[in-house]
Every structure is written in structure tokens, then in C-alpha cells.
């Protein structure tokens, strides 16, 4: 799904990647870790196409080519504050242009546990942390895309949202998708990952 070939990136004029490579199969969970600043978010915001001052090849397979990649910022969820649930996804749906009944807006929350009369009404800006990565992970999902780009994607959630976020993973990774996880606590989906990587 991804090929990367001695990839070269500096930031601020010091060397952060030399010579990297690295590939990434179809059903593949790849767990970037590493110490804080060894460059696991610079990597995934490269993949994504949010960084383009490199030297090297990021080459991705025909499918991706056509689909971009869905990514899950560590600091951000990608969600607007006066909005709500519903309206977020929504937007974002249409935004990224793929096809989508209402049906599978009200599924996809009722997945998450975003789906409460309350809830359904109150804007994001007044969300716990662990219900904007909810809504965050569940945008991600409602996307459908081939291969996942995760930073920190357990910041906020509890016990059942982390349950929640190791089966939608299953299921993804099930339809030979592919994930790259960034994340320093991975004991409760250490059955789903393929490989680690260390930077």
C-alpha cells in the first residue's frame, strides 16, 4: 500500500530522517514508537501530504492513489466547535465527496456512543475529551479508506471507547486495510499489531 525509499527530511536546517524506508502490505498494522521529538508525528503528517519539503519517494498503490488517505491528527479531531456530531460528520462527508446515506451518519454515531438525545444536540465545544476523539475516530471511519494514519489515537478514551476503537480496527484490517499507529500505551491491541517500529 506504501513504499517509502530513502526518505530525507530536515526541520528547522537539523536532520530528522536520513535514508529512511519502509513499506506497508494490505492487513498490516504498523506501531511507529519511539521517544518524544524522534519524529513519529513529522512521519505521519508526511505520508499524508501535509509536508512536502523532503527529499526521497512516498509511493502509494493504485488504490490509494485514487482514495486518499484518512489521518487522525494527536492534537486535533478535525472538528468545528459550534457545530454538532451529527453536523460534523456531515460536513466532513461531503467535504471529502463519498457517498453517504443519513442512515449511516445515525449508525456511525450509535457505534461510537454519540447517538443520546442530550448529546445529539449539545455543540462539540462542550465534549469531553474522550467524546471529540470519538467523534474524530468516527469521522475516520465513516471515511472507509484503505489505509488509516493514527497519532495517539487512545488520548481521551475510556475502557469502552477503547473496546469500541479495537473492533472497528479488527474489522478494518479484516478487509486487508492497513493502519500506522502512533501511540506509547498499546497493551490492549498488542493481538492486532503486525510490526513495530522504532525511530
Known sequence: MIKVRNLKFSFQQLPLFQNFSLDLNPG????????????????????AGLRRNYEGEICFSDELSKTPLAFLAAEHNGLYQRLTARENIQFWAELEGFPFQVQDLNECL???????????????????????????????QLAKRPCLLLDEPLNGL???????????????????GSVILVSHETHSLQDLISRELSL
Not at 498490516?28 to 505520508?47: A, V, Y
Not at 456512543?113 to 476523539?133: A, D, E, N, Y
Open 110 to 140: 450509535k457505534y461510537w456512543g454519540l447517538s443520546h438525545p442530550w448529546i445529539r444536540q449539545m455543540p462539540v465545544g462542550r465534549f469531553s475529551t474522550g467524546m471529540k476523539r470519538r467523534l474524530g475516530l468516527a469521522r475516520v
Open 158 to 176: 475510556d475502557k469502552q471507547g477503547i473496546a469500541i476503537f479495537k473492533a472497528m480496527l479488527e474489522k478494518h484490517l479484516g478487509a486487508q
Open 28 to 47: 498490516e498494522l504498523l506501531h511507529l514508537k519511539g521517544p518524544n521529538g524522534s519524529g513519529k508525528s513529522t512521519l505521519l503528517s508526511l505520508l
